[in-house]
């Protein structure tokens, strides 16, 4: 499952997500499920035909990502591994920032995030002149709707009807992203 909020130039993407770390930290190494929650950039293209053609829209780079996980077997609502990377380099994240707020209360840390533009790209050394002041506007006036999404999204994952392990294999670890492009 996959959510796009998309503004002028930056937008969220939500889905859910299955995951088995190749490489775990110690003490998560089972299988991990919840939620991904990633800033990205959206690019419009050119019409390619008519004025009445549809155009092309690349959702782009990440900025800064959010993952509401958990043990795969644990009851609902542990968020034991939650975390975000509030540094990504290109499309590589930095290492996973645990903070104890995020993980007691995610959908309110969300909420506080995307309703601070200010501080959420100071905190992922983002540049100001990366998200114009309409975008930030839009992503604080999106943010209840977005949050409420990712809360539908975690109760459908935690029913069972998403984040669930597929029989893909790469390099001998069961991966699933039901979003595969996240």
């Known amino acids: 499952m996959l959510y796009a909020f998309a503004f002028e130039r930056v937008g969220v993407v939500v889905s859910d997500l299955y995951f088995l770390d190749p ?15 990633e800033m990205r950039v959206f690019e419009s293209g050119e019409l390619t035909g008519s004025l009445y053609a549809a155009r092309p829209i690349t959702i782009g780079r990440p900025l800064w990502r959010v993952d509401l996980l958990q043990d795969a077997a644990a009851a609902p ?13 290109g499309w590589e994240p930095g290492p996973r920032t645990f903070v104890k707020e995020l993980s007691d209360d995610p959908l309110a840390w969300l909420s506080s995030k995307l309703t601070d533009i200010p501080g959420l790209l100071r905190e992922a050394g983002i540049s100001p002149d990366e998200i114009s002041a309409a975008d930030a506007d839009s992503l604080r006036t999106a943010a209840p709707e977005i949050v409420d999404t990712v809360r539908r ?10 984040a669930r392990p597929t ?10 992203m ?3 492009w996240l």
Not at 25 to 30: A, C, D, K, S
Not at 77 to 89: A, K, L, M
Not at 153 to 162: D, N, S, Y
């Open 167 to 176: 029989t893909d294999v790469d390099a001998g670890a069961v991966t699933s």
């Open 153 to 162: 999204v975690l109760e459908r994952v935690w029913a069972g009807e998403l």
């Open 178 to 180: 039901r979003a595969s």
């Open 77 to 89: 609502n542990t968020f034991d591994r939650t975390h975000h990377h509030p540094n990504i380099v």
């Open 23 to 37: 490489k775990p930290l110690q003490g998560q190494e089972t299988p991990e499920r919840g939620v991904r929650l």
